[in-house]
């Protein structure tokens, strides 16, 4: 079936007003949602995109986009704070726990053209970390964990020519990947420089703590 603009996941990017990343190469293209229409979805969209939003609005759609972005449910994105705020600066933990997300991580290596993608692929047991296999998406990815493609899912569609596809990923210092193993290597957790920059921590901090 032909996406078409109506699409869910093309409506939260222009619920955000930014690019979620949730459709792989159409939101690179010019065929994105959010460049055809960059406004809020509904009949009113158009003007309810000038609406100043209150302190509270700003914290919400905030928290909202970001729990959206990594495609988490309110009660693991609440739990997940609740992690991030015991030590140190809550805003940067959170983002940091969002980024070792095993499927953020399979995205960030250059597996899967999207996060949604991604959560899939570690769901449907195609990876391994230290030659065990993980298909639980929410798994917090520790230094030094090896991650490889499960043998018997080589042959899968997705990952033909995987090294080609490898070599034109962008993936962060933080993450490494071994065309000769096979394999990828988390380094250590990701720096300050690391995080997701479009998401502003602070003001969901706020809104959190309320």
Not at 49 to 56: C, E, H, P, R
Not at 74 to 86: G, H, V
Not at 115 to 133: E, K, Y
Request: hydrophobic share 35%; charged share 30%.
């Amino acid at each position: 079936m032909t996406t078409t603009i109506n699409d869910a996941k093309c409506k939260l990017c222009r619920a955000a007003g930014v690019k979620l990343m949730l459709k792989g190469e159409k939101c690179t293209s010019p065929k994105c949602t959010l460049v055809t229409r960059n406004y809020p979805p509904g009949m009113h969209g158009q003007k309810r995109s000038n609406k100043k939003l209150s302190q509270y609005g700003t914290q919400l759609h905030e928290k909202q986009r970001a729990k959206q972005m990594y495609g988490m449910r309110e009660r693991q994105f609440s739990n997940l704070f609740e992690k991030a705020k015991k030590k140190g600066d809550a805003g940067e933990n959170l983002l940091r726990l969002l980024e070792t997300r095993f499927d953020n991580v399979i995205f960030r290596l250059g597996f899967a053209i999207s996060r949604p993608q991604a959560r899939q692929m570690v769901n449907h047991g195609m990876f391994t970390i230290n030659d065990s296999l993980v298909d639980i998406a929410s798994y917090q990815v520790q230094p030094g964990d090896v991650i490889k493609i499960k043998k018997n899912k080589l042959q899968k569609k997705l990952f033909t020519n995987i090294n080609d596809k490898m070599k034109k990923a962008t993936v962060p210092g933080w993450l490494n990947y071994d065309l000769k193993e096979d394999l990828a290597k988390v380094l250590h957790l990701p720096g300050k420089d690391d995080l997701e920059k479009s998401i502003n921590s602070q003001i969901i901090v706020e809104f959190y703590s309320k």
